[in-house]
């Protein structure tokens, strides 16, 4: 269930849970006072700190939520030595406009793949779709780092997967994709 | 009369949207405004129309070369000399009938110059070749250059013109601003509606002007470097550590994040300010200025450090520690919103709301504020930023923060409008623009996000892969209908009525 709501989608329907209530009350409020009943509200200013205190709290205590739900799902943390993923595949990649030169295109699914990747020239991206059109990761590497870019990522459905760059890189940017092969493992 | 002044109003069709009433006595603060925000709207016409050259050049297929000037052209000139310029015209009027200083002299002249300058000589650039995006791609101009995809002549020309906007927004508005602030004389006459440094309305034009030269400074420091490099006053080995790729992106997202929330904090303010005056029972207070404070300030402590969010995807070589804070810091920024929205719901509840057109124009841009708040949050989460970094998700993020802002001053100029020009706007013309920009901002920013989450890149030439052209089109409906508010806003503008002058400075000081 979660892993549905860290995705794309998952995201814009997370903004949708996050202002309906906002615009739902909004459109009540401004209406209401202004149309409906524009006198002055009975209400004491001492009665809205409780009300405010338990808006504050149900938005931090959501933030919260969203943001802890999430750690499972940062790539780094997939990584991490603790998290007990075995032995990993490496795969270096240089980008240079507008193409990659990969150390490999082969994967099987179920083993834990280490993308390395540097830029030779400009900033550039490496996101890397599912067969179904899906985003699932995407770097973003600059010239000139003493470190590659990394990522680690498992694999689970067998296909052709597209690499496209997402950072700008100039007139033939779009046209800067790869593509890998995910086999079943044996 | 003063220069500015006489440019408006001797300019063919936009001097009309804004033309300037000399009979008020308060030309003192209105005239360097009145050109600002007529200069704006004139890029407003070129961003609006590029805008829709987007979609265009995918549908009728007209080559990658046109999507990107385009794509370059209509991000900076939405962002600089149209959203940006707009708020300094419209605030600075503001805060001059604040405070009762004159906006006059070289720094109002030097920071429209520049900005329009710049912006000019940009354009140029990009027309010349320089086919760079909004955010530059540093190393992308020199490496384009010695690709020969684009001239060197190009890039230094280009780099000329971002120079002068970003001394526009960085140097001469804040040292304006502040200038008005705390030095200069008082003069009785064009004071329209006092307010102190401690009322929300005001802390907010403080704030942002600080954030606006801390910050940039960074960037200015390594822009002046690599511009006297591009012109062989500096050897290029003495500016090597300017021309680093992560030092001059660190330094343009540190400046290019806290522009946007400066914006953000200087409209805050504004609604701060402008909510009050229209309340049903004439009480003229917000439900508190504490808090209304309160707010401004976790919006600017929590928006410094919060554009780490732009790297989350550059890990390792932005260690994890970073990005958490990033992440965590921005969405700290929404217990700032959150504390906002209540301060603005609770007025209203406890007051009423006279509901007229130029403050509903407000709220709908607050409301699209929120919406792109809650994207800019989302995508902020790390495993978030992960599936959308680089897609539609920020172009449309970027579009919308923007654009909600300007929607914001474009409803709050409604208020400033009469005391500037002598002339009142048509109501029904109004709500007829709130209609459709309901409809057109809402919906382009919601397509964008979608389009996003569908994984459609941002910034490629090539919308004809995985069915993405769906978007495609349902951007040049939303953007058409966009296009259509704001030429009936445009239009409202050069129908206004005349009223007496008495008439406009009473409404002013109301
Ligand atoms: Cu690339």
């Known amino acids: 269930m979660l892993d549905s709501v860290f995705t794309g989608w998952g995201a814009f329907w997370a903004v949708i849970v996050m202002f309906a209530p906002f615009a739902l009350m909004g459109i009540y409020i401004v209406r209401r006072k202004s149309v409906v009943d524009t006198g002055p509200t009975s209400l004491q200013p001492s009665e809205f700190a409780p009300i405010e205190g338990v808006w504050l709290t149900i938005a931090f205590i959501f933030f919260v939520i969203v943001n802890l739900a999430g750690l499972k799902f940062i790539p780094w943390a997939a990584a991490a030595p603790s998290s007990g993923v075995g032995p990993v595949q490496e795969i270096d990649f240089t980008a240079k406009s507008w193409a990659y030169d990969l150390s490999s295109r082969q994967i099987e699914t179920g083993k834990p793949v280490r993308f390395s990747g540097r830029s030779s020239d400009t900033q550039h991206g490496f996101a890397v779709y599912h067969p179904d059109g899906r985003m699932l990761f995407t770097m973003l590497m600059m010239p000139n780092t003493t470190k590659p870019t990394s990522v680690v990522y498992t694999f689970k459905e067998p296909g052709t997967y597209k690499v496209r760059c997402l950072e700008y890189c100039g007139i033939a940017h779009h046209a800067m994709q790869d593509e890998l092969t995910v086999v079943k493992s044996n | ?510």
């Open chain 2, 1 to 510: 009369m003063s220069f500015a002044t006489s440019v408006v109003n001797n300019t063919p069709i936009f001097g009309k949207m804004i033309a300037v009433d000399k009979s008020t006595g308060l030309e003192d603060i209105n005239a360097w405004p009145a050109l600002m925000i007529m200069s704006s709207f004139i890029w407003l016409v070129v961003a609006g129309v590029l805008g829709l050259v987007l979609p265009a050049t995918q549908i009728f297929q007209a080559g990658e070369d046109h999507y990107y000037t385009a794509m370059t052209l209509h991000a900076a000139a939405l962002v600089f000399p149209f959203s940006v310029q707009l708020m300094m015209g419209v605030g600075l009027h503001r805060s001059g009938g604040c405070v009762g200083k004159a906006i006059t002299g070289w720094l109002p002249a030097m920071t429209w110059l520049t900005m329009n300058l710049g912006s000019a000589i940009l354009t140029v650039a990009v027309l010349m070749g320089l086919k760079v995006s909004l955010m530059v791609m540093f190393p992308l101009p020199l490496v384009g250059a010695q690709m020969g995809v684009w001239s060197m002549s190009s890039v230094i020309v280009g780099f000329t013109g971002i120079y002068l906007v970003l001394a526009s927004m960085i140097l001469f508005y804040p040292m304006l601003i502040i200038k008005m602030m705390f030095f200069g004389r008082k003069r009785a006459e064009l004071v329209l509606s006092e307010r102190s440094l401690n009322d929300p309305g005001m802390l907010g034009m403080i704030l942002s002007a600080m954030v606006l030269l801390l910050t940039g400074l960074p960037l200015v420091v390594v822009g002046t470097t690599l511009l006297l490099a591009l012109y062989h006053i500096l050897p290029m080995s003495m500016a090597a550590w300017a021309a680093d790729p992560v030092v001059f992106q660190y330094s343009f997202f540190f400046f290019a994040h806290n522009l946007m929330e400066a914006m953000a904090i200087m409209v805050a303010s504004a609604i701060y300010a402008t909510l009050p005056l229209y309340l049903a029972d004439g009480s003229r207070k917000l439900f508190s200025d504490k808090m209304a404070n309160l707010a401004l300030w976790i919006l600017l402590v929590t928006s410094i450090t919060s554009g780490l969010h732009h790297f989350i995807t550059f890990y390792p070589n932005q260690p994890a520690a970073l990005s958490y804070w990033g992440s965590i810091m921005s969405w700290g920024t929404g217990i700032g919103a959150a504390l906002s929205i209540f301060t603005v719901f609770a007025t209203i509840w406890q007051h009423g709301l006279k509901p007229e057109v130029g403050l509903i124009a407000v709220l709908i841009g607050w409301g699209l504020y929120i919406f792109d708040g809650a994207s800019a949050m989302v995508t902020s989460n790390i495993a978030w930023a992960y599936q959308l970094h680089g897609t539609m998700w920020q172009s449309g993020h970027t579009m919308t923060v923007v654009l909600s802002m300007a929607m914001m001053w474009m409803g709050i100029l409604y208020h400033h409008y009469p005391v500037i020009t002598g002339r009142k706007l048509d109501p029904a013309l109004g709500r007829l623009y709130v209609r459709l920009v309901t409809v057109g901002s809402i919906g382009v920013a919601s397509v964008m996000l979608m389009a996003g989450a569908d994984g459609m890149p941002r910034r490629i030439a090539d919308w004809h892969q995985e069915g993405w052209m769906l978007w495609g089109n349902l951007f040049m409906v939303f953007g058409l209908i966009l296009g259509a508010a704001f030429l009936v806003y445009l239009y409202s503008l050069m129908k206004a009525s005349e009223m007496s002058a008495t008439m406009g400075r009473q409404l002013a000081r109301a």
